[in-house]
């Protein structure tokens, strides 16, 4: 395709132009362009492990290696297939590619066959889910899935769906904390991923001690960026990040107490350092006059006139 081999060549001409500067590892952005991907795409390959990050020592960020775009660009079919596995898409995108209604794939989706791998909030803040094509081929192409594509859905699936189960939040919270938990690099952080998904309330409940708590909300992941702080796109973005079911907000507390013990036995939590107690402030004894003072030829001469 044109447009396609237009990118081939451009990055080809990054990578092999005389002047370019060969460091050893580079920024997120410069690697995106070196690879043919759109910021986004590269920010989903991050998360999805297809491209390798190493965290900044300042705490600045993440880089690339080199030696990982150069792996990148030997891959067959580069940079299309790293592309095509990146590739997102929803609904109606979704539903055209498995050849099934809008309907039926929502329904899908709904019971937790297809799971989301983002999502946007459009003009009117309503969520929009996106998956990621390869997996939806995948689906359509194993022939187990047959029954749930064409003819009437299963009865049991039937009831679920009327009792209005809706699972891509909390499947898109688990894939979440799969991309977290990838990129943590340090046991604190990993308790951190955890926390994320859970309310403060059900932190507290977990991790009941205050140092342990403070310290651990340093490495909490705030949820994908969706409008200013405090407005109603923001507030609607936190809530799909916090778990909502009983069992899931279970689940990932008996796994937040686990993995904050072991943080606490990696490294323990800063404390205040104790209060020296001050010393005792004794009172001042009493000075016997010494002889040949004023007041000790004073006395004497006082005894001699009695």
């Known amino acids: 395709m044109p447009g396609q081999h237009a990118v081939t060549h451009d990055t080809t001409a990054i990578a092999e132009r005389p002047g370019a500067a060969r460091e050893a590892r580079i920024g997120p952005g410069r690697a995106a362009r070196e690879l043919g991907l759109k910021s986004t795409e ?3 390959a991050v998360q999805l492990g297809r491209i390798r990050t190493i965290p900044d020592d300042g705490g600045g960020g993440r880089w690339v290696d080199r030696a990982e775009i150069e792996r990148l660009r030997a ?3 580069f940079p299309e297939a790293l592309r095509r596995s990146v590739q997102a898409m929803g609904t109606t995108e979704g539903a055209a590619l498995i050849d099934v209604t809008k309907t039926r794939f929502t329904r899908l ?3 937790g066959l297809l799971v989301p791998v983002k999502f946007y909030l459009n003009r009117y803040r309503a969520v929009v889910w996106l998956y990621l094509a390869e997996e939806l081929r ?3 192409a194993d022939d187990r ?3 749930l594509l064409t003819g009437r859905t299963p009865e049991n699936l039937r009831s679920r769906l009327d009792t209005g189960i809706d699972l891509r939040p909390r499947n898109w919270r688990t894939r979440q904390l799969g991309f977290m938990l990838r990129r943590a690099d340090d046991p604190w952080a990993r308790a951190g991923a955890v926390a994320s998904l859970l309310g403060p309330s059900h932190v507290s409940e977990a991790v ?3 140092y342990d708590r403070s310290h651990l909300n340093g490495f909490r992941r705030p949820p994908p960026s ?3 702080p405090g407005s109603p796109a923001a507030d609607l973005a936190e809530e799909l990040m916090t778990a909502q ?3 899931e907000v279970a689940w990932l507390q008996a796994d937040l107490v686990r993995l904050t013990e072991e943080a606490r036995a990696h490294r323990p939590a800063p404390r205040p350092a104790p209060r020296r107690p001050e010393p005792v402030q004794r009172a001042p004894e009493a000075v016997e006059p010494v002889r040949g003072t004023s007041r000790g030829l004073l006395g004497r001469w006082r005894r001699g006139n009695r």
Do not use: E
């Open 245 to 247: 079911d009983p069992d």
């Open 145 to 147: 899935n047959t029954p």
């Open 109 to 111: 989706a709904r019971l």
């Open 208 to 210: 009941p001690d205050p």
């Open 138 to 140: 995948l689906f359509a």
């Open 226 to 228: 969706h409008g200013a």
């Open 75 to 77: 891959g067959p079919g």
């Open 42 to 44: 590269f920010d989903l």
